[in-house]
């Protein structure tokens, strides 16, 4: 625990308590904070390396720059200081819109590589992409029903539950892509597909209208994984349920420019952690599928189903 004197000192810098303000809900590298903030790269750095010294921001490697963010077993004591100063620092309230124009451009990055590449996907190779994987999965499904196929693409797999479910809403970022899916649907004379463009954090679905939710090597496309599941948990029904195929976490750092990945997978734990807070039970992960080839990828499978009111 840090000390309170210590801590008192550092965050009395209103810079500082403007970085604590931004980091508090979002992780930012220093170039983005540079961009929001308008202030040069050593004052930055110099900042952070404060607030990291007191223990009130941490950070981790991704790619060529580190993300920092507030330390989680500090985020209770900062709470009263950061909610008076976000009143008493004038430019608190342009810093978080200037963040927001920042994450849009984080996001616009991924959109444009998935735009670049529409058309072309199955064609070329995608890491943890295997039908072997995807059998697996399809094994544990329970047709008729509504499906929704998160971070869609150009539609591949949701064509294929379309032969089975009631319906499937194909829901991706890329208007590329979305584009490409519905050409797809309707040269196989395909009508139970519905495409929409829309992000994996603020879905384009009424609340409680699908039976089982499906993220095919697109989790590590989110932003915030923790928001796309909880907006999963949101647009499924009472009991529904939820298959999330993913790469076993990494080193893999290059998959950051060639796939545009926003995470390096994720470990059985980290999945199932974040599905338990996101709402579901019986939850279940299993490793299906490891390539020969470097960087030899792991398939990861979890499944669960939304937890009810008798459930907590």
Known sequence: MPSIVKTLRVVADPNRLRILLLLRTEELSVAELQEILVMGQSTISTHLSQLKQAGLVEDRRTGKSNLYKLSPADASPLDKILAQAKSEIPEAAADQAAMRRVLRKR??????????????????YVPGKSWKSMAEALLRLMPPMVIADLGAGEGAFALLLAQRAKKVIAVDTSAKMIEVGREQALRHGVENVDYRLGDMEELPIDTATVDLVFF???????????????????????????VILDLVKHRFEEARELYADEWLGFSETELEAMLEKSGFREIQTSIVHKEQESPQFQTLLAVASKATTADS
């Not at 095919?216 to 939820?242: F, Y």
Request: charged share 25%; net charge positive.
């Open 107 to 124: 996001q616009d990055k991924m959109r444009t590589f998935f735009d670049s590449v529409a058309g072309r996907l199955g064609k070329d």
């Open 216 to 242: 095919s090597q697109s989790l590590h496309h989110a932003l915030h994984p923790e928001r796309a599941l909880s907006e999963a948990n949101r647009i499924l029904i009472p009991n529904g349920r939820i």
